[in-house]
Structure formats: C-alpha cells, structure tokens
C-alpha cells in the first residue's frame, strides 16, 4: 500500500489515459485509448481513439504529464485461473521464474486468477512509452479490474470486453479466456455508452480515481510520476510567488514613484550641501592646523582670541575660512608679503542674514575688538545658503 501523502498527491489528478495495447504479431500492434476526467465527482469520457497502430500516434492524442495506465492484449499476455489456500496465497507452485516473467494476482476468495507475461515484454513497452515521453503508471496484462465496476454493470453471462470472453456470474468472474477476433458490444456505465473495446481501460481510470492505485499500479512507476508531478508543481509554485512578489514590487513602486522622486531630489540636494560642509571642515582643518603649527595655539593670547570668535560664532553659521593677518594686497613676483597684523578676516556661509548680524553684535562687545565689518554677503540663489566676509579689526594694543 502506499502512504496517505502520496495518496493526497495523485488525488489531484483530473484526467487520466487508459490504453489498450494488443500485440498482434511481432511487429504488429493496435492501440485504443480513452482518456477519462474527474468532474464534480463524476467520471467523464473527453475523447476515444481506435485502431493506431504506432506509438508516436500515441503522443498526438494524450496531453503532456497526463498519466497513462496501459493494459495489454493479445499475443504474450497469458491468464489463468487457481485456487487459494486461507492465507491468501495461490494453491501449488506457480512454475515461472521471477527473473523471465512477470506475475499479477486477482484474488475473489476461494478461487481467482494469475496473469503471466514475460519481462522482456514489459521492459520494451516501457521503452516505447519512454521514448514518447508518457508517464506510466501502471501496467496490466489481464482484464482483473474490470471486477471494480461489475456491480454498475448488472450483468450475469459470458461477454467480451476487449479481447477476452469473461464469464460473469453474481459479480464475480468465474471464467477468463483470450479470443482471436474481438467482437464488439457496448455497455451502459450511467450518463456513457462503452464499446468493450475501451471497457477495460475505462474500468482501470475508474480504479485509480477510485484510490485502488494497487490494483492498476505498481510502486515504482507511481513513485517516478510522483516525483515528477512534484517538481512541476514546485516550479509552478515558485512561479507563482515571482510573478506575485513581482507585481506586489511593481504596484508598490508605481504608487510611491511620486514620492520616490520628491525624496531623491532632497537627498540629492542634502548630498550638495553635505559635500559643500564636507569641503569646508576639511579646509577649516587645514587652517587649524596651520595656527597650531604656527604656534598660535591655546598657549598664546592670538590663539585664545580665535577660539573668542568661534566660541560666539551661531551654530547656524558654517565657518569656511579664517585668515590671521591676512594678505593686504597680492604678491607680485620678488615682493615682500604684506600681511594686516591687525586683522582677522573671516569667510563663512549662513542660511539667514540674522544670523551674522547677531554675531557681528557679539563680536563688538570684546573688548580686545576694534570692530567688525561685513564686505561680503551674496548667494547664487534662494535656496542656497549666502556666502559672507567678516573683517574683525583688533584693538592695538
């Protein structure tokens, strides 16, 4: 028996290809195929093909991944009937070797029947149906299921059904024999009419839809067509969410593209400003530098004073450049320099006027101060910050 999992998986197949495949000759052979759906509940016969007489016919008429149960006719396929013991096994010795034939088992308590085939049969359907890319799920060399829809059948005498003359009686079989010309009869199955040529392929879908997988299947081929309905599954799957998270990425960036340009202007804009600030410390670390390596630092009265002008200076107000004793006038090639000794000039940027002119106050209110001019003040636009030139001229002393 096979697990409940695996069960839950082939429950999710819909339509299934039952086909007879009768061994006429060496070479020869002709194939019936119906292909049934489940329907609500209902099992529906959507198409029926007769008499093909090669595999690759085969791939025109049965959809892709649409399992395939295969039951075999004609030269090859031996039945016959046997007792049973109480403990379910055939009475006497079954005189065929496992390694050459293959054996399947139909037991109706006392009495039932064995079916024998040889394996090299098999493996070369199994090749066939490989080369045209069909999913096997079973293989049946005997006409045992037909068994599963005798009741809804009610019928009690000999009949055909495909290529066998089965013997009914109080549904069960009581007699199976092969013949050489089929006869065709039609049965009545609810809503459908069958011809016997199709009665066994369809009572083998009707098996499977049913959950009786061990009387139409074998393990190792619902194991493969599990293991591929699987991987397509999965892909499906896997589809689905990058199709979903692909839309859900599409959706949420068209609904904040708006706001996604407004945020990247500003950020451009910060980064301007930010490199400008980044600029402008580096250049005021430099002028530090300077100073302390010019030995005005904190340890003399000219460095206490520069630390005076930052200490008053807004926090509003970006400080780009201070120049002690600045150059009067540019040098001419073989000049002295000539520098103002007492004067600080002071280059710097702010966003209000407010904010210099308040410093400018602060700034007169020291008393080494002399006084405080701005010579500068511009911006290039309203949005930019106003670039300013403070002269701070010194008491001296």
Not at 85 to 108: C, E, M, R, W
Not at 195 to 210: G, H, K, R, V
Not at 250 to 257: A, G, H
Request: hydrophobic content about 40%; overall charge neutral.
């Amino acid at each position: 028996m096979h697990s409940g999992r695996l069960h839950k998986i082939l429950k999710t197949v819909s339509k299934v290809a039952g086909i007879t495949l009768s061994i006429l000759g060496k070479d020869t052979i002709s194939i019936d195929i119906i292909i049934v759906e489940k329907k609500k509940g209902k099992l529906v016969i959507s198409k029926r093909i007769s008499a093909l007489s090669s595999y690759e016919e085969v791939k025109k008429h049965v959809p892709n991944h649409v399992p395939v149960i295969v039951n075999l006719t004609g030269i090859g396929a031996l039945v016959k009937k046997v007792e049973f013991i109480k403990d379910g096994l055939p009475k006497g010795q079954i005189a065929v070797s496992s390694d050459h034939f293959i054996t399947q088992v139909y037991n109706q308590g006392e009495t039932g029947f064995v079916s024998i085939v040889r394996k090299d049969l098999i493996d070369s359907i199994e090749k066939e149906f490989d080369k045209i890319k069909m999913d096997i799920v079973g293989i049946r060399c005997n006409p045992f299921t037909i068994s599963s829809i005798l009741p809804i059948l009610e019928i009690d005498r000999e009949h055909v059904f495909s290529s066998w003359d089965i013997l009914i009686e109080q549904n069960q079989i009581k007699n199976i024999k092969s013949r050489k010309i089929e006869t065709i009869e039609q049965y009545t199955l609810g809503d459908e009419v069958i011809e016997s040529t199709y009665i066994l392929s369809f009572a083998d879908c009707a098996a499977f839809f049913s959950g009786n997988y061990d009387s139409v299947s074998e393990a190792n081929y619902l194991s493969e067509f599990i293991f591929k309905k699987l991987i397509v599954l999965t892909g499906w799957t896997v589809m689905i969410l990058l199709l979903a998270a692909l839309s859900c990425n599409f959706f949420i960036n068209d609904m904040y593209r708006s706001e996604m340009d407004i945020v990247s202007g500003e950020y451009s804009k910060n980064k301007s400003i930010l490199s400008k600030l980044n600029l402008a410390e580096k250049e005021l670390n430099k002028k530090q530098d300077l100073i302390v390596r010019g030995g005005l630092n904190d340890e003399n009265v000219l460095s206490g004073k520069i630390d005076d002008i930052i200490s008053l200076m807004p926090l509003e107000i970006v400080l780009v450049k201070l120049e002690v004793n600045p150059i009067i006038k540019k040098i001419k090639p073989g000049s002295d320099i000539l520098l103002d000794y007492n004067m600080i000039r002071v280059n710097g940027n702010s966003n209000e006027t407010q904010y210099v002119y308040n410093w400018m106050k602060a700034l007169k209110k020291v008393t080494w101060i002399k006084d405080v001019e701005l010579t500068y003040y511009a911006n290039k636009s309203m949005n930019d910050p106003a670039d300013f030139i403070l002269n701070i001229y010194l008491n001296v002393e």
